[in-house]
């Protein structure tokens, strides 16, 4: 039985792990932390939202995620001071789940799948030194997230994120998501509920947050929700893949890289649930045909580049031009949600392989290839 490793337990590393189990190999997973939390553990438990087609999902992955995916039952957008409050729709496959070791995270979820396929996980095994990554064994497949260790080891380009969060409970069962732009940050804040826990985060990337800005996100938070948290905490240590229009990756030397690290996510607003999910597969398919993984790939992280580019862009323009322009488009909003919110899904890397029906599209491939072998 061929073996196979993979660093990291999140969602890539563990749809990778799985995907690989049920191909016939013997796959060790190697987990920074104590227990599968899926991600930094200063987070969890939190709730994250993200587009999740559920059933494009299933069949590019092979795992339902279904059970451990609720929709949002309130969301809210303030844009510079300007309330548009939203009716999700299900047909927009904007879903919410929680992360961290509780039963009803998804983390948790995937990890009894990966189990249940025969997955070894070894947790308090940290790869985190470029000696570490040079004792890998080759195809390792690495999939360690917004950790900036691994950035760091591999010499990968990454932009580091500042920011303050919070967590809390509430004494209800909705899952919530409000998110906020404004003079505070060249990104965003957002503050969300899911299973009864609550969450909130303020972030920039490459440049500090100002405590006036800090402030500012606290008395909105306060003033326009009535939500107040006892404790923030500095954001430390955190990456993303946006600090060259080159970040996409997927192989890496002898290492194969997978979901966040390997640049698979959206570079405007920070969505890479859906490119984690799908981007485990194309690792777990490098391992047996790297041309078919690098062309998935490639299909996957198209629209990586012009996001980049339109993110640059958005970045230099002032403030006060942004609240102007999302002023004026307020009052257009219902007329326009339903058709925007169906097409948001498509500038978020690792859609195009689900639409276009991957499923058939794999099953077609793999009899063309044992044709090929017969004759």
């Known amino acids: 039985m061929a073996e196979a490793t993979v660093v990291g337990a999140g969602l890539s590393g563990i749809v990778a792990a799985v995907n690989l189990a049920r191909r016939g190999f013997d796959v060790t997973i190697l987990e920074k932390e104590k227990q599968v939390c899926g991600g930094m553990p200063e987070f969890r438990p939190d709730p ?53 070791t509780r039963e009803t995270s998804i983390d948790s979820y995937l990890q009894k799948l990966a189990l249940d396929e025969g997955v070894k996980i070894e947790c308090g095994h940290p790869i985190e030194t470029q000696k570490q990554y040079a004792e890998l064994p080759r195809d390792t497949i690495i999939a360690t997230g917004l950790r900036i260790q691994g950035f760091e080891a591999l010499n990968l380009p990454y932009a580091p994120l500042y920011g303050f969060f919070a967590k809390g409970r509430v004494d209800h069962d909705r899952t919530t998501v409000s998110l906020w732009m404004d003079t505070f940050s060249n990104d965003y804040a957002f503050n969300c509920t899911i299973n009864g826990v609550s969450f909130a985060i303020l972030f920039q990337r490459d440049i500090p947050l100002s405590k006036k800005g800090m402030d500012k996100y606290k008395r909105m938070l306060s003033e326009k929700e009535g939500i107040e948290f006892d404790n923030w905490h500095n954001m430390l240590g955190g990456a993303c893949p946006v600090g060259s229009i080159r970040n996409p990756q997927l192989f890496h030397g002898k290492l194969i890289l997978t979901g966040t690290l390997s640049g698979v996510i959206d570079p405007i607003l920070f969505f890479g649930m859906m490119g984690a999910l799908a981007s485990g597969v194309i690792a777990a398919d490098a391992l047996e045909d790297r041309e078919k993984a690098y062309n998935e790939f490639r299909a996957a992280t198209r629209m990586f580049y012009p996001c980049y580019a339109v993110k640059k862009g958005m970045n230099m323009t002032p403030h006060l031009f942004k609240a102007m322009a999302i002023k004026m488009a307020a009052p257009l909003v219902p007329m326009v949600i339903d058709p925007a919110m169906r097409l948001w899904p498509n500038i978020i890397p690792g859609y195009a392989l689900l639409k276009n029906d991957p499923a058939d599209a794999r099953i077609l491939s793999e009899k063309k290839m044992a044709a090929a072998a017969v004759k």
């Open 48 to 100: 994250a939202g993200s587009p999740l087609p559920v059933g494009l999902l299933k069949r590019w992955t092979g795992v339902d995620i279904g059970p451990a995916v609720k929709t949002i039952d309130e969301a809210t957008f303030w844009g510079w001071g300007t309330p548009i409050r939203m009716d999700i729709s299900p047909d927009w496959s904007f879903q919410m789940v929680e992360r961290g």
